[in-house]
């Protein structure tokens, strides 16, 4: 079961996606996750793309593509769940072929919406572990402040979660990303989540959808 979260900043896409690894044993594939690492590891890669990144903008899609294409040829043959790939519909068309000379199909799109305040308010709160990556917020903080539950690293707001950049980022989804929404209702792989719930109910919408899925697979 391969699938691609599509949705915009703050929706939920990266606590959904590690709900489905837990739960599917799909990898979660985040291209943000493998960009910040770069940036973190200050890599020739990671030193070009931190100043757009860190105002919200888009990195190349040729860089994205390459660092997205090792990880799928590393992970030899598992499900995964895309997390922030694609991101406008050249990322779209390019996944395709990345997908068919891998010998994987996609199997589903799941689409997450939620409204601008509730996004906003997420992202103010956010703190994500620099190593282990787990995203905490108001719902599910750390048991201690700043500390990741799991490897005792430090937990930190995103450099892309101020407010200013985060009006930016939301303003690129609407533009350039959320084409991607009829480009695959056209394929009849796309499924529409209401964001706005609590993460209980949404994990197990996406559960009942993912089980059904799995049976008729
Ligand atoms: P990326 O890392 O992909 O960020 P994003 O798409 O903007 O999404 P976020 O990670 O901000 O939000 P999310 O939907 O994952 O929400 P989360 O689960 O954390 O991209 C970052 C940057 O990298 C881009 O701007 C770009 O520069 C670059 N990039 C990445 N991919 C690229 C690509 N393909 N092409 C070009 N550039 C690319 O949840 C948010 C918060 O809300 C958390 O605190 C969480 O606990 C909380 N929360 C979530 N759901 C709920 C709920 N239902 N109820 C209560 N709280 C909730
Ligand atoms: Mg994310």
Redesign the pocket.
């Known amino acids: 079961m391969n699938l691609v979260l599509l949705?915009?900043?703050?929706?939920?896409?990266?606590?959904?996606?590690k709900f489905i690894e837990l739960r599917f044993g799909c990898v979660h594939i985040?291209?943000?996750?493998l960009?910040?690492d770069e940036v973190a590891r200050r890599t020739k890669i990671g030193e070009a793309?931190a100043p757009?990144?860190n105002e919200?903008?888009?990195?190349?899609?040729k860089i994205?593509i390459e660092i997205l294409g090792e990880k799928l040829g590393s992970i030899n043959g598992k499900s995964f769940v895309l997390?922030?790939?694609?991101?406008?519909l050249e990322?779209g068309e390019m996944l395709e072929p990345l997908l068919n000379s891998l010998g994987i199909t996609l199997d589903l799109v799941l689409e997450?919406d939620?409204d601008r305040e509730i996004i906003v308010k997420?992202?103010s709160?956010?703190?994500?572990c620099v190593k282990c990556k787990r995203?905490?917020?108001?719902?599910?903080p750390s048991k201690v402040d700043g500390v990741c539950d799991d490897c005792g690293f430090e937990t930190v707001l995103?450099e892309?979660?101020k407010p200013d950049v985060v009006r930016k980022?939301l303003g690129?989804?609407n533009e350039i990303t959320k084409p991607l929404s009829k480009f695959y209702a056209k394929k009849l792989l796309l499924k529409k989540i209401d964001?706005?719930?609590?993460?209980h109910d949404?994990f197990l919408e996406v559960e009942r959808l993912l089980s059904g899925f799995e049976e008729m697979k």
């Open positions: 949705g915009p900043p703050g929706t939920g896409k990266g606590t959904i996606a985040s291209t943000g996750d960009l910040r793309i757009l990144m919200g903008k888009l990195v190349d899609d994205v997390d922030g790939f694609p991101r406008n990322q997450v939620s997420r992202l709160s956010r703190r994500q995203i905490y917020g108001l719902d599910v995103r892309d979660d980022r690129l989804y964001g706005n719930r609590s993460l949404i």
